[in-house]
């Protein structure tokens, strides 16, 4: 009798912690995460960041350009969150940037994230989308979460660039055991005899490793008009020539010699036999292993040029939400148009700045990263001060001499909005409820919200499901009502003053402190309202900056 | 006999030739003047229907039935409105409307998996890496006037995993997404009374002023706001009355069935009267790889419902002229039945049906071999010449080469069905 009784008293007991843990938010973690100031002081890594600087104000001259101001730390805080976490600064964050007190302020915030599994896990899910797309693809012999996860994986313990492509393109093994291989299975077709199919790795392996377009080549040589030929169908061909071995067996995906790839030079015509060959740079292929592991090294080779500036290109674009050199997977596109030549050159010339260097040390992912937010161009605003005509506007962006705009990706946008919705930061320490919550929200918010899929970077103009979605749907909703779990609510209740809470919302959602017409405004709506209305202004307010176009913007 | 015969021909001849001399040739252009004025009278569609039945249904057990062959099953066909068009004896409503429909039995793709075979068969081109192809609708979306419609003009009811997308066209031609009509639109009521929402609206002018500053005019903020005031536009609009299906008779509701599919078939015809260009409608629930027979004669009763109540409710309302429906899948199923009593996936002669908006109804385009093997050669349709012989419908030029945003072009390879528009 008494044992029910405990355990009764146990259980309420365990009920009243679980409770206070939520309500209450636990002391601030102590950060172990060593930063040196150092390492972005050293001579070298200033050298890089200075030659870049220089080339853009060489430009900016050139064009007759001047260039935006500095933006401001919470600005710069709020594009680093997003472009590498996927989500908006939380409370917390905030707090803690505007403490330190350090050196390297802004390289302090970006260390913290690079140390972040978050950001392994939404760089590596970039990453993923950029080798295999979205396509859920095979299901027998492909695992996508497991790809990537794996690919997280590798990002959390900064392996070596070159490493992780050497793995995606030569690895034997089971799907399931070396999840590396996920990028070869990915192209088998049922009812293909689970071959992978050559030609799509080729198409694969040319525009997520080396930033080229060979597709257009399987069929004709490229391009079809004008003089200058770019791509043979030959180039094409042998590239995917690499993958005429590989088959998919009981162990897995391996290579078995004695196999010869065929291809059909027009529709219908026969096949006929080719040798694996590659289209630029033969002096680099090695003598030495099967077909995937002599490709792998010839397209991670120190001096094929292109490898490097594929992955600065897209890192870029990640962190700014534009790639320096357009279109991000077609580097070296023929451009007949002069005005677009000289913008790929000037792009071009700072992206061989960048790949130098990350060649140098090791194909460093980190660093790359870390240089490329030391640079001026990446701390500029996005307003300017002047009033600029539409076309003056066109070209200061192009040039990068003021930082461009870009609409939040699906899963940026219901980050930041469960992010917001939150006082704490939602991370992987977060409450296992929290997570998961978070997961299911952020699943059916993506489905609704639109998935681009693997084009990520075309400018798309946004939609009227996703601004119903914002302005009626369920997830605002739940994530701005009265409810102890909603920040709203809490800043209601907890705020000293109308003021405080209007700064707060504006913090949280925004990123960004209010302008005195805002701040003067929602003060006022406010003003006398205590308990419910109290909170019911606040959901207003939450509604109100979520639907701004501010909050579905990269700035 | 015969010289006779001959001698009376001959002097035909010479009598036209004589008519032809001496002048009667002025009815040829009357002949020109009428024929013309017959085709001014066949309008171009105006309209899509997309009946997509996800999973890939038996031809065996729908549309192209082989009774009494070893490939038919125990599938028996019954008799239809079309002259010497039998189809499978699950869909008698149907066979009620099929003077109406066309079917062509021998589409024959390359693609044997499910989410391929969609896109093929939702956008004429085979899965390509280099760009996503924009679905029919979003074509018929893109290059149709607006015109006085509120609401999204592309839609998809009950989408599947893959719904129609505007691909390289853009996002805003993706269908939007709603599901069983007996439940509201998603995310088209204001959470809060009407005072409230507009508040709510006039505290936004305030941060979207505060953005603004010492930024573009012309640029996402403002194309953010031009689709909030789209967006707002459709909650407040009477055209989002047309998703309401309960607002119709009882009789019209139990004649589609009460079922989400027949429900959604039901809208559909709705939304086309307030200027929606495309609606496509999922049926899920086909890929019988298992228990063939049952799956489909289950499946058979809804899709008979929808699809004949649809037909005729569109006829009776003089709407069938200006609206295409196309009744489809991703691919067919395998003649041979399996262990499991189950079909497999077959893109080796399957079938399709087309209604309305001008294409000729009761015929049947192609057969399949009664043995099971792969139809003729020269009978043998490709998925894009069913999307040529729709453009074509509506009066638009089926091959037109478009850009995509990598600088490549996409030109549709597909040659109308011509014995359907003739």
């Given at each position: 009798?008494?044992?029910?009784?405990?355990?009764?008293?146990?259980?309420?007991?365990?009920?009243?912690?679980?409770?206070?843990?939520?309500?209450?938010?636990?002391?601030?973690?102590?950060?172990?995460?060593?930063?040196?100031?150092?390492?972005?002081?050293?001579?070298?890594?200033?050298?890089?960041?200075?030659?870049?600087?220089?080339?853009?104000?060489?430009?900016?001259?050139?064009?007759?350009?001047?260039?935006?101001?500095?933006?401001?730390?919470?600005?710069?805080?709020?594009?680093?969150?997003?472009?590498?976490?996927?989500?908006?600064?939380?409370?917390?964050?905030?707090?803690?940037?505007?403490?330190?007190?350090?050196?390297?302020?802004?390289?302090?915030?970006?260390?913290?994230?690079?140390?972040?599994?978050?950001?392994?896990?939404?760089?590596?899910?970039?990453?993923?989308?950029?080798?295999?797309?979205?396509?859920?693809?095979?299901?027998?012999?492909?695992?996508?979460?497991?790809?990537?996860?794996?690919?997280?994986?590798?990002?959390?313990?900064?392996?070596?660039?070159?490493?992780?492509?050497?793995?995606?393109?030569?690895?034997?093994?089971?799907?399931?055991?070396?999840?590396?291989?996920?990028?070869?299975?990915?192209?088998?077709?049922?009812?293909?005899?689970?071959?992978?199919?050559?030609?799509?790795?080729?198409?694969?392996?040319?525009?997520?490793?080396?930033?080229?377009?060979?597709?257009?080549?399987?069929?004709?040589?490229?391009?079809?008009?004008?003089?200058?030929?770019?791509?043979?169908?030959?180039?094409?061909?042998?590239?995917?020539?690499?993958?005429?071995?590989?088959?998919?067996?009981?162990?897995?995906?391996?290579?078995?010699?004695?196999?010869?790839?065929?291809?059909?030079?027009?529709?219908?015509?026969?096949?006929?036999?080719?040798?694996?060959?590659?289209?630029?740079?033969?002096?680099?292929?090695?003598?030495?292993?099967?077909?995937?592991?002599?490709?792998?090294?010839?397209?991670?080779?120190?001096?094929?040029?292109?490898?490097?500036?594929?992955?600065?290109?897209?890192?870029?674009?990640?962190?700014?939400?534009?790639?320096?050199?357009?279109?991000?997977?077609?580097?070296?596109?023929?451009?007949?148009?002069?005005?677009?030549?000289?913008?790929?050159?000037?792009?071009?010339?700072?992206?061989?700045?960048?790949?130098?260097?990350?060649?140098?040390?090791?194909?460093?992912?980190?660093?790359?990263?870390?240089?490329?937010?030391?640079?001026?161009?990446?701390?500029?605003?996005?307003?300017?001060?002047?009033?600029?005509?539409?076309?003056?506007?066109?070209?200061?962006?192009?040039?990068?001499?003021?930082?461009?705009?870009?609409?939040?990706?699906?899963?940026?946008?219901?980050?930041?909005?469960?992010?917001?919705?939150?006082?704490?930061?939602?991370?992987?320490?977060?409450?296992?409820?929290?997570?998961?919550?978070?997961?299911?929200?952020?699943?059916?918010?993506?489905?609704?919200?639109?998935?681009?899929?693997?084009?990520?970077?075309?400018?798309?103009?946004g939609t009227i499901?996703q601004r119903l979605l914002l302005m009626n749907?369920?997830?605002?909703?739940?994530?701005?009502?009265?409810?102890?779990?909603?920040?709203?609510?809490?800043?209601?209740?907890?705020?000293?003053?109308?003021?405080?809470?209007?700064?707060?919302?504006?913090?949280?959602?925004?990123?960004?402190?209010?302008?005195?017409?805002?701040?003067?405004?929602?003060?006022?709506?406010?003003?006398?309202?205590?308990?419910?209305?109290?909170?019911?202004?606040?959901?207003?307010?939450?509604?109100t900056?979520?639907n701004s176009s501010?909050f579905a913007?990269?700035? | 006999?015969?010289?006779?015969?001959?001698?009376?021909?001959?002097?035909?001849?010479?009598?036209?030739?004589?008519?032809?001399?001496?002048?009667?040739?002025?009815?040829?252009?009357?002949?020109?003047?009428?024929?013309?004025?017959?085709?001014?009278?066949?309008?171009?569609?105006?309209?899509?229907?997309?009946?997509?039945?996800?999973?890939?249904?038996?031809?065996?057990?729908?549309?192209?039935?082989?009774?009494?062959?070893?490939?038919?099953?125990?599938?028996?066909?019954?008799?239809?409105?079309?002259?010497?068009?039998?189809?499978?004896?699950?869909?008698?409503?149907?066979?009620?409307?099929?003077?109406?429909?066309?079917?062509?039995?021998?589409?024959?793709?390359?693609?044997?998996?499910?989410?391929?075979?969609?896109?093929?068969?939702?956008?004429?081109?085979?899965?390509?890496?280099?760009?996503?192809?924009?679905?029919?609708?979003?074509?018929?979306?893109?290059?149709?006037?607006?015109?006085?419609?509120?609401?999204?003009?592309?839609?998809?009811?009950?989408?599947?995993?893959?719904?129609?997308?505007?691909?390289?066209?853009?996002?805003?031609?993706?269908?939007?997404?709603?599901?069983?009509?007996?439940?509201?639109?998603?995310?088209?009521?204001?959470?809060?009374?009407?005072?409230?929402?507009?508040?709510r609206v006039?505290?936004l002018k305030?941060?979207e002023?505060?953005?603004?500053?010492?930024?573009?005019?012309?640029?996402?903020p403002a194309v953010v706001q031009g689709q909030l005031e789209a967006a707002r536009t459709m909650m407040?609009?009477?055209?989002?009355?047309?998703?309401?299906?309960?607002?119709?008779?009882?009789?019209?509701?139990?004649?589609?069935?009460?079922?989400?599919?027949?429900?959604?078939?039901?809208?559909?015809?709705?939304?086309?009267?307030?200027?929606?260009?495309?609606?496509?409608?999922?049926?899920?629930?086909?890929?019988?790889?298992?228990?063939?027979?049952?799956?489909?004669?289950?499946?058979?009763?809804?899709?008979?419902?929808?699809?004949?109540?649809?037909?005729?409710?569109?006829?009776?309302?003089?709407?069938?002229?200006?609206?295409?429906?196309?009744?489809?899948?991703?691919?067919?199923?395998?003649?041979?039945?399996?262990?499991?009593?189950?079909?497999?996936?077959?893109?080796?002669?399957?079938?399709?049906?087309?209604?309305?908006?001008?294409?000729?109804?009761?015929?049947?385009?192609?057969?399949?071999?009664?043995?099971?093997?792969?139809?003729?050669?020269?009978?043998?349709?490709?998925?894009?010449?069913?999307?040529?012989?729709?453009?074509?419908?509506?009066?638009?030029?089926?091959?037109?080469?478009?850009?995509?945003?990598?600088?490549?072009?996409?030109?549709?390879?597909?040659?109308?069905?011509?014995?359907?528009?003739?």
């Amino acid at each position: 009798m008494w044992k029910k009784n405990l355990f009764f008293i146990a259980l309420v007991v365990a009920g009243g912690l679980a409770l206070a843990g939520n309500l209450f938010p636990r002391p601030e973690r102590e950060l172990d995460i060593p930063f040196a100031a150092a390492d972005v002081q050293k001579q070298d890594f200033r050298d890089v960041v200075e030659r870049v600087d220089a080339s853009f104000r060489q430009q900016w001259s050139a064009e007759g350009l001047e260039r935006a101001p500095r933006a401001d730390e919470l600005t710069m805080a709020r594009r680093l969150s997003l472009g590498l976490t996927g989500t908006v600064p939380s409370l917390e964050e905030i707090r803690q940037l505007e403490a330190y007190q350090g050196p390297e302020k802004i390289q302090w915030y970006l260390n913290r994230l690079l140390h972040d599994r978050r950001y392994a896990d939404y760089v590596g899910e970039r990453l993923a989308r950029a080798y295999v797309g979205t396509e859920d693809g095979p299901f027998l012999v492909y695992r996508r979460r497991r790809f990537v996860t794996w690919l997280s994986d590798q990002v959390m313990l900064n392996t070596p660039y070159d490493q992780i492509a050497q793995q995606l393109i030569a690895a034997d093994g089971l799907w399931t055991d070396h999840p590396s291989t996920n990028f070869i299975t990915v192209t088998i077709e049922q009812g293909e005899k689970n071959r992978p199919k050559p030609e799509r790795l080729a198409g694969q392996v040319s525009r997520a490793f080396l930033g080229i377009r060979l597709d257009c080549a399987q069929c004709h040589d490229h391009p079809l008009y004008g003089d200058a030929i770019k791509w043979k169908q030959m180039d094409f061909h042998g590239l995917a020539a690499f993958f005429g071995q590989t088959r998919q067996g009981f162990t897995g995906i391996h290579d078995e010699k004695g196999q010869e790839y065929e291809m059909e030079k027009r529709r219908g015509s026969d096949k006929q036999a080719v040798e694996p060959a590659v289209p630029f740079f033969p002096e680099l292929l090695p003598e030495a292993g099967n077909r995937r592991e002599r490709l792998a090294a010839w397209v991670t080779h120190r001096d094929n040029t292109y490898f490097a500036e594929a992955i600065v290109n897209r890192m870029w674009a990640v962190l700014t939400g534009r790639p320096l050199v357009e279109p991000i997977d077609d580097i070296d596109s023929v451009e007949t148009d002069p005005g677009t030549v000289r913008r790929r050159e000037a792009g071009r010339h700072k992206l061989k700045i960048l790949a130098a260097d990350f060649v140098e040390n090791g194909h460093d992912l980190r660093r790359l990263i870390k240089l490329m937010v030391a640079t001026e161009v990446y701390q500029l605003a996005s307003t300017s001060p002047r009033e600029l005509t539409e076309q003056e506007w066109v070209k200061h962006e192009q040039a990068w001499a003021v930082f461009p705009l870009s609409p939040l990706r699906p899963e940026q946008a219901v980050g930041a909005l469960l992010q917001a919705a939150s006082l704490q930061t939602i991370d992987s320490e977060s409450h296992i409820l929290v997570r998961i919550a978070t997961a299911l929200g952020t699943n059916e918010f993506v489905k609704r919200y639109g998935d681009s899929g693997r084009d990520e970077f075309d400018p798309h103009t946004g939609t009227i499901p996703q601004r119903l979605l914002l302005m009626n749907g369920n997830i605002v909703k739940e994530k701005t009502k009265d409810s102890i779990l909603n920040a709203s609510t809490r800043i209601a209740m907890l705020a000293p003053d109308d003021a405080t809470a209007v700064e707060t919302a504006y913090l949280v959602v925004l990123t960004r402190r209010p302008t005195p017409e805002e701040a003067s405004h929602f003060a006022q709506r406010l003003a006398g309202k205590m308990n419910n209305a109290r909170q019911r202004a606040l959901e207003d307010l939450y509604w109100t900056l979520i639907n701004s176009s501010e909050f579905a913007l990269n700035h | 006999m015969q010289s006779h015969e001959f001698e009376h021909a001959f002097g035909r001849r010479e009598f036209l030739k004589l008519a032809g001399a001496a002048g009667l040739s002025w009815l040829t252009p009357l002949a020109q003047l009428l024929s013309q004025q017959a085709e001014k009278q066949k309008q171009p569609a105006k309209s899509l229907i997309v009946l997509w039945l996800q999973g890939g249904p038996s031809q065996l057990e729908t549309f192209d039935p082989h009774p009494g062959k070893s490939i038919g099953g125990d599938t028996r066909a019954i008799a239809t409105r079309a002259k010497n068009i039998q189809i499978a004896e699950g869909l008698p409503l149907l066979a009620e409307q099929m003077q109406h429909i066309s079917l062509v039995r021998s589409l024959v793709s390359k693609e044997g998996d499910h989410e391929r075979g969609t896109y093929f068969v939702k956008t004429g081109f085979r899965p390509d890496p280099t760009a996503v192809h924009p679905a029919i609708g979003a074509v018929l979306c893109k290059e149709l006037p607006v015109g006085k419609t509120e609401i999204p003009r592309h839609v998809s009811i009950l989408p599947g995993q893959w719904p129609a997308r505007g691909g390289f066209l853009g996002a805003e031609y993706d269908a939007f997404k709603t599901y069983d009509p007996i439940n509201k639109v998603p995310d088209t009521v204001a959470r809060v009374p009407a005072e409230r929402d507009r508040q709510r609206v006039e505290d936004l002018k305030v941060v979207e002023a505060a953005f603004a500053r010492g930024r573009r005019r012309q640029t996402q903020p403002a194309v953010v706001q031009g689709q909030l005031e789209a967006a707002r536009t459709m909650m407040t609009s009477e055209q989002l009355k047309a998703f309401d299906v309960m607002l119709e008779p009882e009789r019209t509701r139990k004649s589609y069935g009460d079922t989400p599919f027949g429900r959604g078939c039901l809208a559909a015809r709705r939304l086309i009267e307030v200027g929606v260009r495309c609606v496509e409608v999922t049926l899920d629930g086909w890929d019988s790889h298992v228990d063939n027979a049952r799956i489909h004669r289950d499946q058979n009763v809804i899709l008979d419902a929808a699809f004949a109540a649809l037909i005729r409710d569109l006829e009776e309302r003089k709407l069938l002229d200006r609206t295409v429906v196309l009744c489809a899948g991703e691919f067919g199923r395998t003649p041979r039945i399996n262990p499991a009593g189950g079909r497999d996936h077959w893109p080796t002669g399957f079938s399709c049906a087309l209604a309305g908006g001008g294409i000729r109804g009761g015929l049947a385009i192609g057969s399949t071999d009664p043995d099971g093997g792969p139809p003729r050669e020269e009978e043998a349709r490709q998925v894009q010449d069913v999307h040529a012989t729709i453009l074509k419908s509506f009066g638009l030029e089926y091959d037109k080469l478009r850009q995509t945003p990598i600088g490549r072009t996409a030109r549709l390879t597909g040659r109308p069905i011509d014995d359907l528009l003739s």
